[in-house]
């Protein structure tokens, strides 16, 4: 008889800026299935001029966290994969596994995801992980079809790898 493997301890890392549209959404779906969230919030995007990006904010602060998982960080990167990286350090020095990079856009089927949690604690050797994403345009009315070929990168095994581009 073996012992089943432990469930990994995973944390949400959220690089957004002004991104309110399916941020509420998105903190839903992974609410349950991770330890703790970290929202890294940029003082100016990556590229281009700022906007105002209070609406962002207001949705992290109001955010409903029983259970004291959210964290807001705001801070000032020169660019996507700093930023991402920030986020992989504070999930180490916090002690969890796997780090869930979600995008503001991105909302999970909870028991999906729960499900992939699951599957990865049979295979820890296995650095990075990615997933096929339908995308959606606009609205969740409107699909794109047929579904893009691109699968980001979407769980990652804390202190053994590293952003070198963008989700990369």
Do not use: H
Not at 121 to 131: D, F, H, I, Q
């Amino acid at each position: 008889y073996e012992t089943p493997p432990a469930i990994p301890r995973v944390g949400a890392v959220y690089c957004i800026y002004e991104d309110q549209r399916w941020l509420k959404s998105s903190l839903e779906s992974v609410y349950q299935s991770c330890e703790k969230i970290y929202c890294l919030v940029g003082a100016k995007p990556w590229n281009g001029e700022g906007v105002d990006n209070s609406a962002t904010l207001e949705i992290v602060r109001t955010f409903p966290d029983p259970y004291g998982k959210i964290e807001l960080i705001q801070g000032d990167w020169p660019s996507e994969e700093c930023q991402r990286n920030a986020g992989l350090d504070l999930l180490e020095s916090y002690g969890l596994d796997y780090c869930l990079i979600v995008d503001a856009d991105e909302v999970y089927e909870p028991a999906e995801l729960d499900g992939m949690i699951k599957f990865i604690s049979l295979r820890r050797y296995v650095p990075a992980w990615r997933v096929k994403l339908l995308t959606y345009w606009k609205s969740e009315q409107y699909r794109i079809e047929p579904p893009e070929s691109y699968r980001a990168v979407n769980l990652l095994r804390v202190g053994k790898v590293r952003f070198e581009s963008r989700r990369e």
